[in-house]
């Protein structure tokens, strides 16, 4: 009787995962997390056979979990660090799918009390604390409530590489550490004396981008005229990582985020295709 329940099951479990549905994980970077979401909403739309996840925590969880296997497709907002490129080595294809602005984001009352721009000295004094009222930059008389990010986001990379000259740099000014563009978005918009950094994407009439003014006195923008004509200093490639060897269901799916298919939903997210 034994024996004919474990032939059984043999025979049965063939039967039903023929039936299992292929299913493509990705996680990472919170800046690319809306984007990704709707590319595989496009793509299921295609291919509903095919199930795909998306969720985030950042570019540095992205990267650590598709190189331990956890996912398939890992999202950055920023370079591999040089322990993580030592980990990609030649097993991981890093694909770049649209670009994007790091804004310095400030709240609508900061403008309006007549700080219209910053150089990026003034802002990497903010964060180094030497500067920490409004007023000493034109504005109201007010202190500054500095936003830094987690360590491991992409988008603190970016900022601190640029503003603070080592993308690792501390930032002993800051008031508030923030995770996604979002919690950092709602801060923002909360206050009325605010500093952080967002992408481009998730600025809004409370949480508004604020003018560079560079060295040689001209005054930009992460608009995406600035960013595409090279002058605005804090952007950055939107990737994605994946193993080389790949299944087929895997590699249609990242066929799919190289077309021209995409070109719509980046624009629709705020980001700038790659051509």
């Given at each position: 009787?034994?024996n ?19 299913t ?11 984007l990704m979401a709707d590319?595989?909403?496009?793509y299921?739309?295609i ?5 795909i ?8 969880t992205?990267?650590?979990a598709?190189?331990?296997g ?13 322990t993580e490129?030592a980990?990609?080595?030649?097993n ?27 150089s ?7 964060y180094?604390?030497k500067?920490?009222?409004w007023?000493?930059v ?46 950092e ?72 985020l ?18």
């Amino acid at each position: 009787m034994f024996n004919r329940i474990i032939l059984l099951f043999t025979l049965i479990l063939p039967f039903h995962a023929s039936f299992a549905q292929p299913t493509i994980n990705i996680a990472g970077s919170s800046t690319i997390l809306p984007l990704m979401a709707d590319a595989a909403n496009a793509y299921q739309a295609i291919a509903p056979t095919i199930k795909i996840t998306v969720s985030g925590g950042g570019s540095g969880t992205g990267i650590n979990a598709v190189i331990n296997g956890i996912v398939d497709i890992g999202m950055s907002s920023r370079q591999p660090t040089a322990t993580e490129k030592a980990k990609l080595s030649e097993n991981f294809d890093i694909i770049d799918i649209a670009r994007d602005a790091v804004a310095i984001t400030v709240s609508k009352a900061v403008i309006e009390s007549g700080v219209h721009s910053l150089s990026l000295e003034q802002v990497a004094d903010i964060y180094r604390g030497k500067i920490n009222n409004w007023k000493q930059v034109g504005g109201f008389d007010k202190k500054i409530l500095v936003i830094d990010k987690e360590p491991s986001r992409g988008t603190r990379h970016v900022f601190a590489k640029t503003i603070l000259g080592d993308a690792k740099a501390r930032a002993p000014g800051a008031n508030i550490i923030s995770g996604s563009n979002n919690e950092e978005r709602s801060i923002i918009s909360r206050s009325k004396q605010a500093i952080g950094m967002l992408s481009h994407a998730w600025l809004n009439d409370r949480a508004r981008g604020i003018a560079l003014t560079l060295d040689n006195g001209k005054t930009v923008s992460a608009s995406p005229a600035d960013v595409l004509s090279g002058s605005y200093p804090i952007q950055r490639s939107l990737s994605i990582i994946v193993a080389k060897k790949r299944s087929k269901t895997l590699q249609a799916f990242i066929e799919f985020l190289q077309s021209p298919a995409l070109a719509p939903l980046i624009k629709k997210n705020g980001y700038l295709p790659l051509v």
